[in-house]
């Protein structure tokens, strides 16, 4: 079992930034990737960028350039850090670990950018 828990989301205006924090707890001992998704009302669920223990990222197009995924392996804890908002990015995010076979998620926490 893996627990996530999110936190950092909020309200800003277009243009500013953000950082989320996701802390893993529980069996954690094999955790390679940790990612962020969003999801928008009416969107289905969409990955924003993921990370790999050994630091390879990947992301989303409409995030590249503007979003940074970091993670600290020794507090077991992954960052997005969210720079240059805009009103499209609004969305609850979610923190997620596959690992064995079965994906693990956070409660998910919501980011609003006003325009």
């Known amino acids: 079992q893996v627990q996530l828990v999110e936190s950092g989301g909020g309200l800003v205006q277009a243009g500013g930034s953000l950082r989320l924090s996701c802390a893993a707890s529980g069996s954690i001992f094999d955790i390679n990737v940790m990612g962020w998704y969003r999801q928008a009302p009416g969107k289905q669920r969409e990955l924003v960028a993921r990370?790999?223990?050994?630091?390879?990222?990947n992301y989303a197009d409409s995030v590249k350039g503007r979003f940074t995924i970091s993670r600290d392996n020794a507090k077991n804890t992954v960052y997005l850090q969210m720079n240059s908002l805009k009103p499209e990015d609004t969305a609850v995010y979610y923190c997620s670990v596959p690992l064995l076979g079965f994906d693990y998620w956070g409660q998910g926490t919501q980011v609003t950018v006003s325009s």
């Open positions: 990370i790999a223990s050994g630091g390879r990222t």
